[in-house]
């Protein structure tokens, strides 16, 4: 009997443990969705709906809003340099880093810790202590609205936590992988571009992705960059027209819904890739 009584205390414990997280779970979840929702359907409402009936039904459906938005040039335009900017920076930081995370992982030198340290102590600093500097350096190598006085700042303070995580997961490729390819003749950037990079898929997807969202939902940097708004993004071009339509509620939250909606999509797509490689690189590590 005690045996019995043991198993159902603990069971009843793992329920309680089970409902506590489901319910945390939830109440997170709800401070994420119901906001969206809210925006969602305040876009097809309008002014006068929003403020007699803020929190019921349109009534009517007005989706002009949406339509506006979805048939702006301006928007696609935004669209486009946003996606142009993400990917030219993460091409350009996971090149850089998987050279790099290939040397501290798999040759030893003096002062390879040190450096190492050097690059982690990047993450100490966060991006708007080095704005002002950064401005002056852009302006004076004629960088100001160009899109590379945005790719290349991105990309180096992306490099130290994209340098963290490769190294990694490059120091548990086996060293006997290593020494079959050197006797089969591979130098030493044959390995890292034909065995260690395909080996590496997981990891390199997973910080790719991470150098994408960071990248998109950068508002700082653009801002101070771009003042054409040719090159503006999405972010910036959020900001924009809110104060252009400060007294359009609805169609302001129809195009800050709308705008949320590729980095949605994006992120939908590289979920699995994402959770996956950081499962992998937690467990190789």
């Known amino acids: 009997m005690s045996h019995v009584s043991t198993r159902e205390r603990v069971r009843t414990r793992r329920r309680v443990r089970h409902l ?48 506006d938005v979805l048939l ?10 946003s996606t142009f900017i993400a ?42 202590v080095a704005i002002l500097p950064l401005f002056v350096l852009l302006r004076g190598l004629g960088l100001l609205d160009n899109p590379l006085g945005v790719i290349l700042p991105q990309a180096a303070f992306g490099l130290p936590m994209t340098i963290i995580i490769l190294r990694g997961f490059f120091r548990s490729i086996p060293g006997e992988i290593e020494e079959a390819a050197t006797l089969d003749g591979c130098s030493a950037f044959g390995f890292f571009w034909r065995i260690l990079l395909p080996m590496a898929r997981p990891a390199i997807a997973t910080v790719s992705v991470l150098a994408i969202v960071s990248s998109w939902n950068n508002f700082f940097l653009p801002l101070v960059v771009f003042n054409s708004p040719e090159w503006w993004t999405i972010p910036v071009g959020v900001q924009q027209f ?6 359009d509620t609805a169609r302001v939250l129809a ?31």
């Not at 809110?242 to 007294?247: A, I, L, M, P, V």
């Open 242 to 247: 809110s104060g252009q339509y400060s007294s």
């Open 87 to 128: 990917v030219a920076t993460a091409v350009l930081v996971v090149g850089a880093s998987a050279m790099a995370g290939f040397v501290f992982a798999r040759f030893a030198f003096r002062g390879r810790e040190t450096m190492f340290t050097l690059f982690t102590m990047g993450l100490m600093f966060p991006f708007a």
């Open 255 to 285: 195009y800050v819904i709308v705008a949320m909606i590729p980095a949605l999509a994006f992120y939908s797509v590289a979920e699995r890739q994402l959770i996956s490689g950081l499962t992998a690189g937690a467990t190789k590590g």
């Open 72 to 81: 702006s040039p301006d928007f696609w335009r935004q669209v486009g340099n």
């Open 20 to 67: 506590g997280l489901h319910v945390i779970v939830i109440a997170v979840g709800s401070f994420i969705v119901v906001p969206i929702l809210y925006g969602v359907l305040s876009g097809f409402k309008s002014n006068q709906q929003l403020s007699s009936n803020p929190f019921g039904l349109p009534s009517p459906w007005v989706a002009s809003n949406y339509t």
